[in-house]
């Protein structure tokens, strides 16, 4: 202990030890601050809350832009001539429609199977939607099928109705 005290003592140490008493704080916030800001700027800070707090405000999920895109390239199908563009709307808009389901916890292997599972007062339309489902599995298993534009505009609006029910678009 002896051969420490004249260095403990030193008035070198001693103004190292004021130095970091006064600046200490400084150097703290300083750092903190750069950590908050870092945080802030980074993509995982909007991913992990912000999103949340969208969606927590507007009711309906942050992926609702890009659902109703898609909703809309798929009822322009519509527009054209071609029966086949028609069976692709009707395809597209299944595909949509499980995907909320899915996404909103409904389970099951198929489309089919999550409409089995579902009760009416979960989804009012689920009678029309299972109608609906129908037409679309005569479409993919049937290349003879035929569908003229009013069956084909039906059952888009069947899917539409079904993804209002649930909250999607």
């Known amino acids: 202990m002896e051969l420490l005290a004249p260095i403990l003592n030193s ?12 600046l200490g704080p400084f150097i703290f916030f300083l750092f903190l601050g750069v950590i908050i800001f870092c945080i802030f700027k980074s993509d995982f800070f909007k991913m992990a809350t912000w999103i949340d707090v969208l969606e927590f405000i507007r009711v309906r999920g942050h992926d609702t832009g890009k659902l109703e895109k ?8 519509l527009e054209s001539p071609n029966m086949a563009d028609w069976k692709l709307a009707v395809i597209e808009a299944e595909n949509l429609t499980e995907e909320v389901l899915a996404r909103m916890g409904f389970n099951g292997e198929s489309f089919g199977e999550r409409l ?3 009760r009416a007062d979960q989804l009012p339309s689920l009678d029309n939607l299972t109608n609906a489902h129908q037409i679309r599995n005569n479409i993919v298993h049937d290349p003879d099928y035929r569908i003229d534009i009013g069956e084909a505009s039906k059952t888009i609006a069947i899917y539409e109705k079904s993804l209002q029910e649930l909250d999607a678009l």
């Open 11 to 22: 008035s070198i140490l001693q103004f190292i030890i004021a130095l970091s008493q006064n």
């Open 70 to 77: 898609r909703w809309q390239h798929t009822v322009r199908r």
């Open 116 to 118: 089995k599972r579902m």
